[in-house]
């Protein structure tokens, strides 16, 4: 069983970087890995695994950024979202 939220440390800290996945998504699975590959610090949460408490509050903290509530969704100091695997948009939001 995966942990349903958690902290990844990379070499890669000068945002803070929350990824909101759900546990069955191949997209949500390799956005996680291409970030730790990236060595990108981060923190995560598998929404589908919470309580429906903490599933509505991770949705209603997506949209605060984007219309679109989907998964994997990506946010960068509580500025900015990207949704979806896209590791170069990814790339390019952290200056990596």
Not at 9 to 38: F, N, P
Request: proline letters at 2%; a negative charge.
């Amino acid at each position: 069983m995966k942990e349903v939220r958690g902290h990844v440390e990379g070499e890669h800290d000068a945002h803070q970087v929350l990824l909101y996945a759900l546990s069955t998504c191949i997209w949500c699975r390799k956005t996680r890995q291409w970030l730790e590959e990236a060595g990108v610090t981060f923190d995560y949460v598998y929404v589908d695994l919470t309580d429906a408490e903490t599933r509505e509050a991770a949705r209603a903290h997506i949209r605060q950024f984007s219309d679109r509530c989907s998964f994997p969704a990506v946010i960068f100091d509580e500025a900015d979202c990207i949704i979806g695997f896209k590791p170069d948009a990814i790339k390019e939001r952290l200056g990596l």
